[in-house]
């Protein structure tokens, strides 16, 4: 059997797949999140026992030998850790939002427009280099204690294997790499005031690394390949490889991917370019901070279940009776397609008449404008592949093809996971069929009616949003 690990923000899972892509099963574990005053941290020695104790569930229940196993997990943040992969202090996610004034001031004095013409990635709080700047600022002896600032699933590797620290190109894509160049940018690092942190940045594996496991969780001598991140590792389970053609993943944040061979470091700093494993290919990556965790919090706020968002979403027209919701509800703001940290959330057009469906139906087509900015600034051209946990709403991924008034090619299952081993499957040069393991689960057409209506939705919700973002400049 072949295993994929996708280390996610607050559930770790590995899958356990057949020659043929088909999943066996897969195990899940979930991991904590501390939120306090901004900043958002997780337990790295919880982290990794949940990849542990996931893998060896996964290994039990399908008692077969391991061929290779790929990995892939959250992207973003900074995980301190020593020469063994220890930590030094909890990890701080990408959802933290401790650096968003030292960040206001980049944006105000030019250092992130400076950073987005070398690299093509615009910062954003939880990126490393806000929270390494900020780090450095308040809490020094935590940098002086490490020995490299990995990214998640580096962490997880080189524990897993006692390989050497060091990180991928999709991962080093933000926001110290050249994508020309396929390595760091001193300049860059110049600009962030980290020349004298410079060492602990991971060294870049082009290729990504490869070793053998030690014998947690995975049979000891277990081949595995140390990425790409969750968002290129998507787009590879999910078929998007070809110029042009996208990847939404609807999950906890809306991330908008098109496969490009164009490097465009004009425009407004937005998103950024993930390298990937072939040279003069990339993914125009627009991730955005809205997501299901917006929907989540306004089923919450209302007590309304999942189960029952099918069917609010049938019983309220398109409109939702006057109820529009800009849903960024991100403590951190917006990083995609524009970067406004102080933007927030907004309800208007409600009244004592309006509905739990009204409000349901609005937060899912805020979000589906949301993802059409993104994809547009992507640059989408080709097909639309769809992905994460939204799709399991038949009702929303009408609702949303209708919104992006394009098709979308569902695919289902534990897409990142099958891309790590498609990965994996490259570097060892083991033979699959990558066309079959992608396969989507269904294409969805939109309706031509509604999907006209919604052109017109959209542009309203981008004239509300330019208003919002001034007055988020205040």
């Keep these: 059997m072949y295993v994929g690990i996708d280390v996610g923000t607050s559930v770790v899972k590995a899958a356990a797949f057949d020659?043929?892509?088909r999943e066996r099963a897969v195990?899940?574990?979930?991991?904590?999140?501390?939120?306090?005053?901004?900043?958002?941290?997780?337990?790295?020695?919880?982290?990794?026992?949940?990849?542990?104790?996931?893998?060896a569930e996964l290994t039990r229940r399908v008692p077969?030998?391991?061929?290779?196993?790929?990995?892939?997990?959250?992207?973003d943040g900074v995980w301190l850790v020593d020469a063994e992969g220890r930590p030094v202090r909890p990890a701080a996610s990408w959802m933290d939002g401790r650096a968003h004034e030292?960040?206001?001031?980049?944006?105000?004095?030019?250092?992130?427009?400076?950073?987005f013409r070398r690299t093509g990635s615009t910062l954003f709080p939880g990126c490393p280099g806000p929270l390494l700047a900020w780090l450095d600022r308040h809490e020094p002896a935590a940098l002086d204690a490490a020995a490299t600032a990995l990214y998640c699933k580096d962490m997880v590797f080189l524990r897993l294997t006692g390989a050497p620290a060091t990180t991928d190109v999709s991962d080093a894509s933000m926001p110290f790499l050249d994508p020309r160049t396929r390595r760091y940018d001193?300049?860059?690092?110049?600009?962030?005031?980290?020349?004298?942190?410079?060492?602990?940045?991971?060294?870049?594996?082009?290729?990504?690394?490869?070793?053998?496991?030690?014998?947690?969780?995975?049979?000891?001598?277990?081949?595995?390949?140390?990425?790409?991140?969750?968002?290129?590792?998507?787009?590879?389970?999910?078929?998007?490889?070809?110029p042009g053609d996208g990847l939404l993943i609807v999950g906890t944040c809306l991330a908008a991917l098109v496969a490009t061979t164009e490097l465009d470091l004009t425009g407004e700093p937005a998103g950024l370019y993930i390298s990937t494993d072939r040279p003069g290919h990339w993914l125009r990556a627009?991730?955005?901070?809205?997501?299901?965790?917006?929907?989540?919090?306004?089923?919450?706020?209302?007590?309304?279940?999942?189960?029952?968002?099918?069917?609010?979403?049938?019983?309220?027209?398109?409109?939702?009776?006057?109820?529009?919701?800009?849903?960024?509800?991100?403590?951190?703001?917006?990083?995609?397609?524009?970067?406004?940290?102080?933007?927030?959330?907004?309800?208007?057009?409600?009244?004592?008449?309006?509905?739990?469906?009204?409000?349901?139906?609005?937060?899912?087509?805020g979000i589906?404008?949301?993802?059409?900015?993104?994809?547009?600034?992507?640059?989408?051209?080709?097909?639309?592949?769809?992905?994460?946990?939204?799709?399991?709403?038949?009702?929303w991924m009408r609702l949303l093809a209708d919104v992006l008034g394009r098709p979308l090619r569902v695919v289902e299952g534990e897409v990142g996971a099958r891309g790590a081993v498609l990965a994996a499957a490259e570097r060892y040069g083991v033979d699959l069929d990558a066309a079959v393991w992608t396969e989507p689960t269904a294409v969805v057409e939109p309706d031509a009616a509604r999907a006209a209506s919604y052109a017109k939705g959209y542009e309203e919700h981008l004239d509300r949003l330019a208003r919002a973002r001034a007055r988020a400049r205040g």
Aim: charged letters at 20%; glycine letters at 14%; hydrophobic letters at 40%.
């Design 186 to 242: 001193d300049r860059v690092v110049e600009l962030l005031g980290l020349t004298h942190r410079r060492g602990l940045l991971a060294p870049v594996s082009d290729p990504v690394a490869t070793a053998r496991t030690r014998g947690e969780g995975l049979p000891a001598g277990t081949r595995i390949a140390n990425g790409p991140y969750d968002l290129p590792a998507c787009a590879l389970g999910a078929g998007v490889t070809a």
């Design 19 to 21: 020659g043929t892509g």
């Design 102 to 115: 030292l960040l206001g001031r980049w944006l105000a004095d030019g250092t992130v427009e400076a950073v």
């Design 286 to 365: 627009m991730p955005a901070m809205v997501g299901t965790a917006a929907l989540d919090w306004v089923l919450s706020t209302t007590g309304v279940a999942h189960a029952e968002v099918d069917g609010l979403l049938a019983e309220t027209p398109p409109g939702a009776h006057g109820v529009r919701v800009l849903p960024y509800f991100a403590p951190s703001g917006e990083r995609a397609p524009f970067v406004e940290p102080r933007l927030r959330a907004e309800l208007t057009g409600v009244s004592l008449e309006s509905t739990k469906g009204d409000l349901i139906r609005a937060t899912c087509e």
């Design 27 to 55: 195990a899940a574990r979930p991991v904590g999140l501390s939120l306090r005053d901004g900043c958002v941290e997780q337990d790295m020695e919880e982290v990794y026992a949940a990849v542990v104790a996931v893998l």
């Design 368 to 395: 589906g404008y949301a993802a059409r900015h993104c994809l547009e600034a992507a640059g989408l051209t080709g097909t639309l592949a769809v992905c994460g946990g939204g799709t399991r709403s038949p009702a």
């Design 64 to 75: 077969e030998p391991v061929e290779l196993a790929g990995l892939t997990g959250q992207g």
